[in-house]
């Protein structure tokens, strides 16, 4: 059964820096994409970033590019999101997603993914 728990979230303030990581077992990893979506009350589950399986290719909403950085080791069943120059607007609950796929692509709709942690909660205070 595969199992994804995130972990790393936190209150910063505006301008700080956060990593999340997300550990995965019950699953080949690297056979894996990787997405992050974050969620605020009321609000449908909004795409972050996405790392494909071998970790080559990366995918990044507009709101975040430039800021965030997805990574992942694959010998510790492991992604990470690196959030910088954090905003008031990034808070949210951070969930890490993961799709079975053959080639090395990712995926950016929340439907497309079977797999979901808990989530992670990230405040930013302006």
């Known amino acids: 059964q595969v199992q994804l728990v995130e972990s790393g979230g936190g209150l910063v303030q505006a301008g700080g820096s956060l990593r999340l990581s997300c550990a995965a077992s019950?699953?080949?990893?690297?056979?894996?994409?990787i997405g992050w979506f974050r969620q605020t009350p009321g609000k449908e589950r909004e795409f972050v970033a996405t790392i494909s399986r071998g970790g080559s290719n990366t995918y990044y909403a507009d709101s975040v590019k430039g800021r965030f950085t997805i990574s992942r080791d694959n010998a510790k069943n492991t992604v990470y999101l690196q959030m910088n120059s954090l905003k008031p607007e990034d808070t949210a609950w951070y969930y890490c997603a993961a799709k079975f796929t053959v080639g090395d692509s990712y995926y950016y709709r929340a439907i497309q993914y079977p797999d979901w942690g808990q989530g992670t909660q990230v405040t930013v205070s302006s």
């Open positions: 019950g699953l080949t990893f690297s056979w894996y994409a």
